[in-house]
């Protein structure tokens, strides 16, 4: 047999060892890679799960709406749009609407003006509606919270949503995007409800999922989409429970999209109508909601026994902690976990 001339190999005793490996679930290369996307998008159902048990959530009122238009400054009574929807960022000033005594003000800025008195009081008509909602959910007995205020997280419209219910003292949700460009939590979230996603879709479920009532705002591209999505889940009896959807401000959708001329036209059935109630007010349109989850809702369970008495404060058990011995225990550090 010919004499091996390949270098021969070091002594097993003097190899330096390697590092540990990561465990799988602590390697970021591979929870970012295209690989473990199923654990992803597993996770971004799970994990806001846990969340609502352990707070107690049972449904939810999702508002959607514009969130390019800050709030009402109420010192200087201005507005300021922002560059894109949920930026942090504002729009260039040459989109920004005028300001008050500007006299040179281009005939953009000017219309940006006249939009922003508009979306100010939309912004300020849906603190109110969230406000008399929450108001009115908190007295409902059970052990769960109901219909708690649910927004995109941002500013306009969804900072109004969030405001209202934080003033009133319930819980509220917020359930943000992580976009190319910067976005904020508004402040008004209940900071366990500050929910974060990458995936649209896995967003977009858990506003459908525990969703009994819809507000549709005033709003772009994000808003429409968001509306026809939900609509159409209604209509085509996609979702396992009834709907309460207010598409609030008829004179701005009623300019933006003719839904009249699709029955017309063949292209939705005439009943497809009724999917929806148009509002104008917080109160027509909080006479509509608690009228529509009373009815779809509450009414129904009232056959049911109800537990009375008051929401506890303190999170909902884990399921390890409700389990007992049956689920081998979690301890912190790598050592003891299941």
């Known amino acids: 047999m010919p004499e091996n001339k390949g270098t021969k190999p070091e002594a097993a005793s003097t190899l330096t060892p390697l590092e540990t490996a990561p465990l799988a679930y602590e390697n970021p290369d591979f929870l970012n890679s295209p690989d473990g996307r199923m654990l992803r998008i597993m996770a971004e159902y799970s994990e806001p799960m846990t969340r609502f048990r352990r707070e107690r959530i049972q449904d939810t009122v999702v508002f959607f709406g514009s969130a390019r238009f800050r709030a009402l400054d109420v010192a200087s009574h201005e507005l300021e749009l922002l560059e894109n929807t949920g930026s942090a960022q504002p729009a260039p000033e040459c989109e920004q609407p005028a300001r008050a005594g500007e006299a040179e003000a281009s005939e953009l800025r000017r219309k940006r003006a006249e939009a922003a008195v508009e979306m100010a009081r939309y912004y300020e008509d849906a603190r109110s509606l969230a406000r008399m909602l929450t108001e009115w959910s908190k007295k409902l007995p059970g052990r769960r919270h109901r219909f708690v205020i649910t927004s995109g997280g941002g500013p306009g419209i969804m900072e ?64 429409l989409d968001e509306m026809f999505e939900l609509l159409t889940l209604d209509q085509t009896h996609k979702l396992s429970k009834p709907i309460t959807i207010v598409i609030y401000g008829s004179s701005y959708w009623k300019n933006v999209v003719n839904l009249e001329l699709l029955a017309e036209k063949g292209a ?69 976990r299941d």
């Open 160 to 223: 109004a949503a969030n405001r209202g219910a934080w003033e009133a003292g319930g819980k509220t949700i917020g359930l943000n995007i992580k976009l190319p460009f910067e976005q904020l939590p508004n402040p008004y979230i209940t900071p366990a409800l500050n929910l974060n996603f990458h995936y649209f879709f896995m967003r977009k479920y858990w506003f459908a999922y525990l969703a009994k009532a819809l507000v549709v705002f005033p709003g772009g591209f994000g808003t």
């Open 268 to 336: 939705i059935a005439v009943k497809d109508l009724d999917l929806f109630k148009f509002a104008d007010t917080p109160e027509e349109a909080f006479a509509i909601l608690r009228d529509g989850l009373t009815r779809n809702h509450l009414d129904m369970e009232l056959e049911r026994p109800r537990t009375e008495g008051p929401i506890p404060e303190e999170p909902e058990v884990s399921a390890q902690e409700l389990l007992g011995p049956d689920i081998a225990q979690t301890l912190p550090g790598r050592l003891g």
